[in-house]
């Protein structure tokens, strides 16, 4: 069985480390276990926190204001002077080019965001780039979900302790502020390569 980019980076890394901090609140020496075996381990762990932050996911999208493909296939409200959709510097100008080529192809003038950006995925998912920010983003988000659970773990220990609780906040809102972020670069690359794949095809 080989690893791939996606499993190193979502289930081996957070497993490992998720596996140190057990091992170091249970004061477990790692020196008598074998490297196959904690291997085994690691990945077990990142494999129930992949499918954790998948379960969580919907719940994170509601704290960052909704789904990044969402937003980006929202245009601004009526009266806003913004000249792209988006989140922080990830801007998306083409918005509305976007929303006209997608229900076009759909037939539908009324297609939700949804149905929408599902249609454009048909088409990017075998771009060269949007697998691996589909891997960043699912990679971001269980990066934010093994915050949380280390967080609680350690809590019992160090609970009494401000600076613990000022030093987990400030690590749970950068990594939920970079999960949103690639959840916006993912939805971007999607509709970005939708539009290139469009444009070609109409040369």
Partial sequence: MSFKYYDTLST??????????????????????????????AYVLGYILNAVSGWLEPFYYRT??????????????KG???AYTGYG???????????NLLKNELDDSEASTRKMFEKAMIYSNSAARVP???????????????????????????????WYWLILAAVI???????????????KEVLVEYLKIKESENR
């Avoid at 140190?20 to 085994?40: M, P, R, W, Y």
């Fill in 12 to 41: 081996l890394i957070s497993g490992c480390l998720l596996l140190l901090v057990l091992f170091e609140v249970l004061n477990k020496d790692l020196s008598n276990i074998s490297a196959i075996l904690l291997l085994g381990l």
């Fill in 89 to 99: 510097r990830i801007r998306f100008y083409q918005y509305q080019t976007a929303i």
């Fill in 64 to 77: 960052m204001g909704g789904m990044p493909s969402d937003k980006l296939l929202s245009p601004p409200p």
């Fill in 173 to 187: 809102l950068l990594l939920w502020n970079r999960c949103k972020e690639m959840g916006y670069y993912y939805a």
């Fill in 132 to 162: 691996d920010f589909n891997a960043l983003f699912a990679f971001s988000r269980v990066m934010l979900t093994l915050a949380w659970v280390v967080g609680i773990i350690l809590a019992f220990e160090y609970y009494c302790c401000w």
């Fill in 80 to 82: 806003n002077s913004k």
